[in-house]
Nanobody
Framework: QVQLVESGGGLVQAGESLRLSCTASGSIVSINTMGWYRQDPGKQRELVAEIIDAGNTNYADFVKGRFTISRDNAKNTVYLQMASLKPEDTARYYC?????????????????WGLGTQVTVSS
């Protein structure tokens, strides 16, 4: 099937930067949209940024001008460059991908999620 593995989270101070990575693996045929979401305990998961195969991007208002999403299709990898981090950016960040993959002799399209990577920004 498909696995998404995130990396790059950590503890930083306000104003610093981090780069998250997420790589998809498995019997992948193609990947359409890839994106990053975040979730604080007790809150709903929210979209941070997404990028479709053609390279078009969409950002949440609270990260516009600070975060940049990009992808390497050859590596099935999506990145999130985060700059000017704020304490309110503290959350667990999850990778999401809309994937077509081979299973049981056929092809299935489904959304896949990673387990997340923690980003903590201290003031």
């Amino acid at each position: 099937q498909v696995q998404l593995v995130e990396s790059g989270g950590g503890l930083v101070q306000a104003g610093e930067s981090l780069r998250l990575s997420c790589t998809a693996s498995g019997s992948i045929v193609s990947i359409n949209t890839m994106g990053w979401y975040r979730q604080d305990p007790g809150k709903q998961r929210e979209l941070v940024a997404e990028i479709i195969d053609a390279g078009n991007t969409n950002y949440a208002d609270f990260v516009k001008g600070r975060f940049t999403i990009s992808r390497d299709n050859a590596k099935n990898t999506v990145y999130l460059q985060m700059a000017s981090l704020k304490p309110e950016d503290t959350a667990r960040y999850y990778c999401n991908a809309d994937v077509k993959f081979r299973i049981g002799g056929g092809v299935v399209q489904s959304a896949a999620w990673g387990l997340g990577t923690q980003v903590t920004v201290s003031s």
